[in-house]
């Protein structure tokens, strides 16, 4: 071959990438103006053309994964993002999508394997840290999920989202510790004190005072429990019988704090030295000293994010409030005032319908519900709100296909075939309701179910079977009204 035409074929290779190149390039231009202008299938089309002429490029697999995560196609993006962050291991964006596509389809343990290493190579990355955080809460690692909102809340003082993640982390903790108390050790002066301490906070005063009494009886040199008891009388007005207390309370001897060392930890403050000191020690004052110090911890963590500008926590944290002192109407209105600020927010806009439905605002709460299903159809925990709440409003029918559906979807949702056996019943079908009246009927504790079940029975034309049905109802009727009036008795609040 001559020289001519060697150089010619040389040129004509040359000519042929620089195409190339020139057509991938543009391409590659493209795809990223679609991306900032939000066009992101149209950029996941060219994305993945890209890929097929450059293959096992992971800065291009990066490119596909985000632009199909960001069309909504989460399970599309994964094996693309997984690609890309084995071929590249320290290709940190690669495991933070990775770790956020994950989370969306609830695939959480290895989503927080994703967003750790995002941190190990790059350890200010505040997303991935809040992401893991709010990961690790939820599969109930709650001291890892607290040490993440820490850091968070240290990197940024006036980050609401990791205060009140920690002040959420901080009492998961404290059930966990009363958790453990309660295991071993059920009706001990420790286990009574917590108990009361949780009833007093949600106002539940009678109940609180009679346990507060209970524990003095075991424990008459306790600190802190004539002084419980002061408040409940204060707040049930009476003064003079809240002194009397008060008195007792000071006359009490000081801590040994050698021998009650956690004790006086807790009195000074110390939680988090209190909380390291115990460790693993498996003893009913160690529960109790942690329980307590997890507590007040989560008490500090809200009460730094109360100090903050106006935000979405702030609303969340009273509507829990509100709600654990059944007060559904003011919870209501904190989760609306909460919607504001993240309107986005399906969480929010589920405890929205929850407490309206609650405080039986039932036409207020069916719209919240609709709304939330028709964005997840499959769910059958929204299939069962809408349903019960359609019941509410005495629309058995409509009740009907949602119920079906919820129990389609999970056939342990008791509630679920609770609700489908009123609305069978209220429809004449007694008979249809009867499998899940039986269902259910583990669980009645006042002999509604037992009564609605032996009158199902005897529409059906089997009074036989609803014989014995309906004397046990009678007789979990005489044990709850003897129950309810030694308990009224027990829980009156008497004198000092």
């Keep these: 071959m001559s020289i001519a035409r060697i150089l010619t074929l040389c040129f004509l290779a040359a000519s042929s990438a620089t195409a190339q190149a020139d057509r991938l390039a543009e391409k590659s231009v493209?795809?990223?103006?679609?991306?900032?202008?939000?066009?992101?299938?149209?950029?996941?089309?060219?994305?993945?053309?890209?890929?097929?002429?450059?293959?096992?490029?992971?800065?291009?697999?990066?490119?596909?994964?985000?632009?199909?995560?960001m069309a909504g196609d989460d399970s599309g993006a994964v094996p693309q993002l997984e690609?890309?962050?084995?071929?590249?291991?320290?290709?940190a964006p690669a495991w933070l999508f990775l770790g956020t596509a994950r989370l969306r389809l609830g695939r959480t343990v290895s989503a927080i394997e994703a967003l750790n290493r995002v941190l190990r190579l790059q350890p200010d990355q505040q997303n991935a840290r809040a992401m893991l955080a709010e990961a690790l809460l939820s599969v109930d690692r709650a001291a890892d999920a607290a040490e993440q909102y820490r850091t968070l809340s240290e990197q940024n003082p006036e980050n609401s989202a990791a205060l009140y993640g920690l002040g959420r982390s901080y009492e998961s903790l404290s059930v966990q510790a009363f958790g453990e108390l309660e295991k071993a050790g059920r009706e001990s002066v420790y286990w009574l004190v917590l108990t009361a301490e949780t009833k007093h906070r949600e106002q539940q005063l009678s109940s609180a005072f009679y346990l507060y009494r209970r524990a003095l009886e075991k424990a008459p040199e306790m600190a802190g429990l004539h002084a419980a008891l002061a408040?409940?009388?204060?707040?049930?007005?009476?003064?003079?019988?809240?002194?009397?207390?008060?008195?007792?309370?000071?006359?009490?001897?000081?801590?040994?704090?050698?021998?009650?060392?956690?004790?006086?930890?807790?009195?000074?403050?110390?939680?988090?030295?209190?909380?390291?000191?115990?460790?693993?020690?498996?003893?009913?004052?160690?529960?109790?000293?942690?329980?307590?110090?997890y507590n007040q911890l989560a008490v500090e963590a809200f009460a730094r994010l109360g100090e903050l500008p106006p935000c979405s926590e702030q609303h969340e944290l009273k509507a829990r409030i509100y709600t654990n002192q059944k007060r559904y109407s003011e919870a209501a209105k904190e989760w609306k005032a909460a919607a504001v600020y993240s309107p986005t927010n399906t969480e929010i806009q589920e405890?929205?319908?929850?407490?309206?439905?609650?405080?039986?605002?039932?036409?207020?709460?069916?719209?919240?519900?609709?709304?939330?299903?028709?964005?997840?159809?499959?769910?059958?925990?929204?299939?069962?709100?809408?349903?019960?709440?359609?019941?509410?409003?005495?629309?058995?029918?409509?009740?009907?296909p949602f119920l079906k559906r919820a129990i389609e979807r999970d056939p342990k949702l008791l509630p679920a075939h609770k609700s489908?056996?009123?609305?069978?019943?209220?429809?004449?079908?007694?008979?249809?309701?009867?499998?899940?009246?039986?269902?259910?009927?583990?669980?009645?504790?006042?002999?509604?179910?037992h009564f609605q079940l032996a009158r199902a029975y005897q529409a059906a034309g089997q009074p036989e079977l609803a014989k014995p049905v309906l004397a046990e109802y009678q007789r979990i009727q005489q044990t709850a009204l003897a129950d309810r009036q030694a308990s009224q008795e027990e829980l009156k609040i008497t004198p000092p």
Excluded at 34 to 60: D, I, Q, T
Excluded at 83 to 91: E, F, Q, V
Excluded at 239 to 259: F, I, N, Q, S
């Design 30 to 69: 493209q795809a990223k103006e679609f991306m900032a202008a939000g066009k992101f299938p149209e950029a996941a089309s060219l994305y993945r053309e890209l890929n097929r002429e450059v293959p096992n490029n992971p800065g291009l697999l990066l490119n596909l994964g985000m632009a199909l995560q």
């Design 420 to 449: 489908l056996a009123r609305a069978e019943l209220a429809t004449g079908n007694d008979a249809a309701a009867i499998p899940h009246l039986k269902r259910v009927l583990a669980t009645d504790t006042d002999g509604s179910l």
């Design 351 to 400: 405890q929205l319908g929850v407490s309206l439905k609650f405080s039986q605002d039932y036409a207020g709460a069916l719209p919240v519900f609709e709304e939330l299903l028709k964005k997840r159809p499959a769910s059958e925990e929204l299939n069962y709100l809408v349903g019960d709440t359609l019941l509410d409003l005495q629309r058995p029918e409509d009740a009907i």
């Design 83 to 91: 690609a890309a962050a084995k071929l590249d291991p320290r290709l």
């Design 231 to 293: 408040d409940i009388y204060r707040q049930t007005e009476h003064a003079d019988w809240a002194t009397a207390e008060d008195e007792r309370e000071r006359h009490l001897p000081k801590p040994d704090c050698g021998v009650h060392k956690s004790e006086c930890e807790f009195d000074a403050g110390h939680y988090r030295e209190l909380i390291a000191n115990a460790g693993a020690t498996d003893s009913l004052e160690t529960h109790f000293w942690r329980a307590r110090a």
